[in-house]
């Protein structure tokens, strides 16, 4: 038994039994006409053609927007339009403001997005001074850690130094992070 792929499968066994049940209805009929009626095989098979049952391909196309839905039924058989439609609801804002309900999560969706870019950057630029050889790992850590003791360090006297002077591998790891 073969049956077509379905994205829901409760629908092509229900379209299954549906046509198993209608051909068992049909086969029935036949053979209860047969028995009481002289009916000839060219009247069997044109029976069955008129009662076969195929289901229908439609497609259903939405227009999602921020203040409507529009949406459009197709007869994939008939090549047509069978329906369509829109619906329009009131635009969803905050009404202080004007300001869009979906903006504040943008916005924290944007910084998250913002701090890991910059994290993966700066994990990138350690990566590629200990693939390079220029540093070892336990290097760019202790590199690293001028942080801890800020008042130390002047990263933009380090820059400014960069434009006449060639730097050490510590100071341009500095420098770039």
């Given at each position: 038994?073969?049956?077509?792929?379905?994205?829901?499968?409760l629908t092509s066994w229900a379209d299954y039994l549906l046509s198993?049940?209608?051909?068992?209805?049909?086969?029935?009929?036949?053979?209860?006409?047969?028995?009481?009626?002289?009916?000839?095989?060219?009247?069997?098979?044109?029976?069955?053609?008129?009662?076969?049952y195929s289901p229908k391909k439609y497609s259903l196309g939405l227009?999602?927007?921020?203040?409507?839905?529009?949406?459009?039924?197709?007869?994939?058989?008939?090549?047509?339009?069978?329906?369509?439609?829109?619906?329009?609801?009131?635009?969803?804002?905050?009404?202080?403001?004007?300001?869009?309900?979906?903006?504040?999560?943008?916005?924290?969706?944007?910084?998250?997005?913002?701090?890991?870019?910059?994290?993966?950057?700066?994990?990138?630029?350690?990566?590629?001074?200990?693939?390079?050889?220029?540093?070892?790992?336990?290097?760019?850590?202790?590199?690293?850690n001028y942080k801890s003791d800020f008042n130390k360090l002047d990263?933009?006297?380090?820059?400014?130094?960069?434009?006449?002077?060639?730097?050490?591998?510590?100071?341009?790891?500095?420098?770039?992070?």
């Amino acid at each position: 038994m073969n049956l077509k792929q379905s994205s829901n499968p409760l629908t092509s066994w229900a379209d299954y039994l549906l046509s198993m049940l209608i051909l068992l209805t049909l086969l029935i009929t036949v053979i209860w006409l047969y028995n009481h009626t002289q009916l000839s095989t060219k009247g069997i098979l044109h029976m069955a053609q008129k009662y076969s049952y195929s289901p229908k391909k439609y497609s259903l196309g939405l227009d999602i927007g921020t203040s409507s839905v529009g949406w459009a039924v197709l007869d994939l058989d008939k090549e047509c339009i069978h329906d369509l439609g829109v619906r329009i609801f009131e635009r969803p804002e905050d009404p202080q403001n004007g300001d869009s309900l979906a903006k504040p999560r943008r916005d924290a969706r944007s910084a998250r997005r913002r701090l890991k870019r910059r994290r993966q950057r700066l994990n990138h630029l350690k990566q590629f001074f200990i693939d390079q050889n220029i540093l070892t790992k336990d290097q760019v850590e202790e590199v690293l850690n001028y942080k801890s003791d800020f008042n130390k360090l002047d990263i933009y006297a380090l820059r400014s130094k960069a434009l006449t002077e060639e730097l050490s591998p510590e100071e341009l790891l500095k420098v770039l992070y």
